[in-house]
């Protein structure tokens, strides 16, 4: 399957570098031979195969951002306007939605640079999607979560969450969700509401259409970008939002 595939880059490229001349004689070639001219243009020119391959993955990442800002478009509500969801900062500027698992290493990496983010940007909204992934564990992490949103305690209990060593078990959660000054049975209760189930559901499914596969994943602006990303990194992304919203802006006033 492999050979066949590179064999198909491999003529594509080989075709569409002949002269238009060329080309019509070479299509009404048996298959047989057309094998054989690649073969031997490969052994004379081997960059050419390589070419191939490198514009067939550039045309795969150009299509896969189209069909990722066209998803983000589509969901842009339940993105940004879920009330169920936790949410820092303010409303109306850029916003940055981070799908999330307790239990990722990578995600609790990244809380650092969110952090920062969120102390240095009051006017970014941070919105949090719970996304547990990696087993009961994330699964129970996140319902407590949730849980502890609908105490308004969210924001303390997320981030102790996220610095939490070692397993993640309900004696862990009862006892930080009574240093964060927790109803615990309220919280235990609610862990297994048909609400907090339900949150996890359209977050799943939210997840699915946008084609997120791995945590943490964000969208900033009309961008979904996966992997732990630091300081530097968000503010790029910010800055590049930022100048896209301002562009789109002047377009629907006509001062661009």
Excluded: W
């Amino acid at each position: 399957m492999h050979e066949k595939f590179i064999l198909r880059l491999t003529l594509f490229g080989f075709i569409t570098i002949l002269p238009g001349a060329a080309q019509e004689p070479l299509l009404e070639t048996s298959r047989p031979a057309i094998v054989q001219i690649v073969h031997q243009y490969i052994l004379q020119h081997p960059e050419v195969l390589m070419e191939s391959l490198r514009l067939y993955q550039e045309r795969e990442r150009t299509a896969l951002k189209e069909r990722s800002r066209e998803a983000v478009s589509a969901k842009l509500s339940d993105l940004q306007q879920d009330p169920s969801s936790p949410v820092a900062g303010t409303a109306g500027g850029v916003t940055v939605v981070e799908f999330f698992d307790y239990r990722c290493g990578f995600c609790k990496k990244a809380e650092g640079a969110i952090l920062k983010l969120l102390a240095d940007h009051p006017e970014i909204q941070f919105v949090f999607k719970e996304f547990p992934i990696l087993g009961p564990e994330s699964a129970v992490a996140a319902k407590a979560g949730l849980a502890a949103h609908k105490q308004c305690g969210y924001l303390k209990f997320h981030r102790a969450l996220m610095t939490l060593p070692g397993p993640i078990t309900m004696d862990a959660i009862e006892e930080l969700a009574g240093k964060q000054g927790l109803n615990v049975a309220k919280l235990k209760t609610d862990m297994e509401s048909p609400e907090v189930q339900s949150i996890l559901g359209r977050n799943r499914e939210l997840g699915r259409d946008l084609g997120v596969s791995s945590t943490p994943s964000f969208v900033i602006g009309s961008e979904l970008v996966s992997g732990a990303m630091d300081a530097a990194a968000f503010e790029r992304l910010i800055a590049k939002a930022q100048t896209n919203s301002a562009r789109h802006e002047g377009l629907n006033t006509g001062k661009e």
